[in-house]
């Protein structure tokens, strides 16, 4: 789910491929433009599980997460027997970045349709977009054997193998998911997550504005274009995609952080420093905004302002590559603020993480070169 995983780096300064690409590209979001349930459609009425289905099917369709989370709950409490029910919420769940409670569903799918492909499709992208690749490719693989003409499941399984980098395997089952479904929009848009994965930025933003003519108002997508045109330095081009992405999903920190990152790429940090500020109001168990606002902070010298943020962020962070930039970037924070014994414990966090990461010796030299000077 996230191409943006991979980075490097020596020095503090050299920490920027690695933290200004903090922002998954692919991971969905939501809006709140819920419409009300026509007033025909009540959990009390004998067609309400399939109408109420209906519902939520159009809303995933049109992109109104909550809105389709709404009716798929009710759906739901009408007919807890409804694995399509259940699927959807964890769908709308998923791309809602609520991972535990769409994993919840999606077991609960797979449980009341052990032999449903939809119930473990929909259980496999939300353990891959949670970061359980272990878990996610067993139900991806269960999904394709138990329905081998299921799209979203070759689909799924294809994003999985790519958040492996297991190219070839990702390649034959997005090339089986768009056989299945040419102008599916699973499929379009993992065949432009995979390019993007491989770096192929420009054929990956040619395939996610395919995507984006079958889904218009996937927020998700027109992040994920921001992302490709963001890596290749469109910067107004990304910012355009992130702004519409931040109109669709007001409560969405994920474009607000997005429009940062493209200040810090272009190094006006302080320019990005309220869009961290306001994607972490909106979320505050997202990594990215706390992490790159004490990064700002850093960069600008401000090392009183910096050391909370990105305390925060390596508490938060999964991702391991971005966990140990931060763990390397508070180290030098510390090591500025004269703080040596928690300098010294970032520098051997990050290095656990990645043991070729020379900055990190150099923060440990640094360390002992302070601990044997007079002054401290």
Avoid: C
Avoid at 83 to 104: D, K, W
């Amino acid at each position: 789910m996230d191409p943006h995983r991979r980075g490097g780096g020596t020095g503090p300064a050299a920490l920027g491929a690695i933290l200004i690409g903090a922002v998954g590209a692919t991971a969905g979001a939501y809006l709140l433009f819920s419409r009300p349930l026509p007033a025909a459609v009540t959990a009390d009425t004998a067609s309400a599980p399939p109408s109420l289905l209906t519902v939520g099917d159009d809303r995933l369709e049109t992109g109104d997460w909550s809105g389709a989370q709404e009716a798929f709950a009710q759906a739901a409490a009408a007919d807890p027997s409804l694995v399509a029910a259940e699927v959807g919420l964890a769908r709308s769940l998923t791309y809602q970045y609520r991972f535990p409670e769409a994993i919840v569903h999606a077991r609960r799918a797979v449980s009341i349709g052990p032999r449903e492909a939809a119930a473990y499709t929909a259980l496999a992208q939300a353990l891959d977009w949670s970061g359980d690749l272990d878990g996610a490719g067993p139900a991806a693989r269960r999904a394709v054997d138990l329905d081998p003409k299921l799209p979203d499941a070759h689909a799924t399984l294809a994003e999985v193998y790519a958040d492996r980098y297991q190219l070839a395997p990702a390649q034959t089952e997005v090339d089986r998911a768009l056989e299945l479904a040419p102008e599916g929009i699973e499929p379009l848009r993992v065949r432009a997550y995979l390019l993007e994965t491989q770096g192929q930025y420009d054929e990956a933003a040619a395939a996610y504005v395919d995507a984006l003519a079958a889904a218009p108002r996937y927020a998700h997508l027109h992040l994920a274009l921001g992302n490709v045109y963001r890596a290749q330095q469109r910067f107004s081009e990304a910012l355009d995609e992130f702004r519409t992405a931040a109109q669709l999903a007001p409560a969405d920190a994920r474009p607000i952080a997005s429009i940062g990152l493209v200040y810090m790429q272009q190094d006006d940090y302080r320019d990005a420093i309220p869009y961290f500020e306001q994607a972490g109001a909106l979320d505050g168990e997202y990594a990215t905004p706390p992490g790159q606002l004490g990064t700002a902070y850093y960069f600008l010298g401000d090392y009183a302002h910096a050391q909370e943020p990105l305390a925060r962020a390596v508490q938060l962070e999964k991702s391991p590559a971005r966990l140990g930039a931060y763990h390397h970037v508070l180290g030098w924070t510390y090591l500025r603020n004269g703080l040596l014994d928690q300098a010294e414990a970032e520098f051997q966090g990050a290095l656990a993480i990645d043991p070729n990461l020379s900055g990190a010796r150099d923060g440990l030299d640094a360390v002992g070169a302070q601990r044997q000077s007079p002054r401290s």
